[in-house]
């Protein structure tokens, strides 16, 4: 069994910056995505890291804003997002499984382990 919780939600103004971290109890799976839900809307995979590689991909609504890392002696995972927009406010929750290939484009279903989530608010 894995577990994630996530943490760094908050509100912030538009252009600012959020850290999202993700606590895992330990790494049986390959594929980490950081996901998020508006009001409405479907869940989408942001961003992505391949654990046995650190191969990283991202949605084109966040490439060159946002960063997933690992840091493996916190057996966390970031999202380190950057010059958020309004559009960027949702829950985000982070997800593992055991994928091949590990990419953004890999559906909610595939993914076996989730946290509970954490909000993020950005105010224009």
């Known amino acids: 069994q894995v577990q994630l919780v996530e943490s760094g939600g908050g509100s912030v103004q538009a252009g600012g910056s959020l850290r999202l971290s993700c606590e895992v109890s330990?790494?049986?799976?390959?594929?980490m995505t950081w996901f998020r839900q508006a009001a409405g809307k479907e869940r989408e995979g942001v961003a992505t890291l391949y654990i046995g590689g650190s191969t990283t991909s991202y949605a084109d609504s966040v490439k060159g804003r946002f960063t997933i890392s690992q840091d493996n002696a916190k057996n966390t995972v970031y999202l380190q997002m950057n010059s958020l927009k309004p559009e960027d406010t949702a829950m985000y929750y982070c997800?593992?499984?055991?994928?091949?290939?590990?990419?953004?484009?890999?559906?909610?279903?595939?993914?076996?382990?989730w946290g509970q989530g954490t909000q993020v608010t950005v105010s224009s």
């Open positions: 330990r790494y049986s799976t390959n594929c």
């Open positions: 997800a593992a499984g055991v994928l091949w290939p590990c990419t953004v484009a890999r559906g909610a279903y595939e993914y076996t382990y």
